[in-house]
Nanobody, 114 residues
Framework: QVQLVESGGGLVQPGGSLRLSCAAS????????MGWYRQAPGKQRELVAV??????TYTASVKGRFTISRDNIKDTVYLQMNSLKPEDTAVYYC?????????WGKGTLVTVSS
């Protein structure tokens, strides 16, 4: 069973930075795609960024501020978040896809507030 463990969330002031990490385990195969979603209070979960086969995709609101990267050997995905805004406050979930199956982490809370 694939397990995803996130880390790196916390409280940061507007304009600050955080780096999220997500390590996948439990599979003999490397994930087909890995990415990050987020869910703010009262809102639906939305895609933040995803990386697959060397291609990366970002939602418009984070382009130029967030960077997704992946260590294929460690099967770990990172999300570097810069110039954070209060509207980035949400629970961030790691997602991995393997053979068309979706796996999710438990989420890590990011709070952007002064």
């Amino acid at each position: 069973q694939v397990q995803l463990v996130e880390s790196g969330g916390g409280l940061v002031q507007p304009g600050g930075s955080l780096r999220l990490s997500c390590a996948a385990s439990g599979s003999a195969f490397s994930m087909d795609a890995m990415g990050w979603y987020r869910q703010a209070p009262g809102k639906q979960r939305e895609l933040v960024a995803v990386t697959s086969g060397g291609t990366t995709t970002y939602t418009a609101s984070v382009k130029g501020r967030f960077t997704i990267s992946r260590d294929n050997i460690k099967d770990t995905v990172y999300l570097q978040m810069n110039s954070l805004k209060p509207e980035d406050t949400a629970v961030y979930y790691c997602n991995a896809v393997l053979s068309r199956l979706d796996f999710w982490g438990k989420g890590t809370l990011v709070t952007v507030s002064s």
